[in-house]
């Protein structure tokens, strides 16, 4: 049986190409693939992600809920739970269990919120 295909065809723009060239062009095709995804990973998140991203925190899965949960009240789940976190331990000079603890307990929201006034989304 005999294989018909046609990579001759497909592939006779490339063969005037450097190495050079060929990995350029791998990279910038690559990096087009890959934009959408990386894209939609920085604009969307869910209370699942976030609840994963605390629990590699270190947070228990009842601790990281409360957490997601107070994020979402306080409109601040589109920062990122575990940016929230953090941010609030570096602003209250507390290691990253303290505040996220604190936020369970419902305190520190305020000092949280503050941290993302402006709308600047690091």
């Not at 609840?51 to 789940?77: Q, Y």
């Amino acid at each position: 049986m005999k294989r018909t295909d046609d990579y001759e065809s497909r592939s006779a723009h490339l063969k005037s190409l450097t190495d050079e060239q060929l990995e350029a062009r791998f990279w910038e095709l690559a990096n087009k693939l890959v934009d959408p995804m990386l894209k939609m990973g920085y604009e969307y998140t869910s209370p699942s992600i976030e609840r994963s991203v605390l629990l590699r925190m270190g947070f228990s899965s009842i601790e990281a809920k409360s957490i997601v949960d107070g994020c979402i009240e306080h409109n601040l789940i589109g920062h990122g739970a575990g940016n929230v976190v953090y941010r609030l331990s570096v602003a209250t000079k507390t290691d990253i269990r303290t505040a996220g603890l604190a936020l369970c307990e419902g305190k520190l929201w305020q000092e949280a919120e503050a941290q993302f006034e402006g709308g600047n989304k690091q």
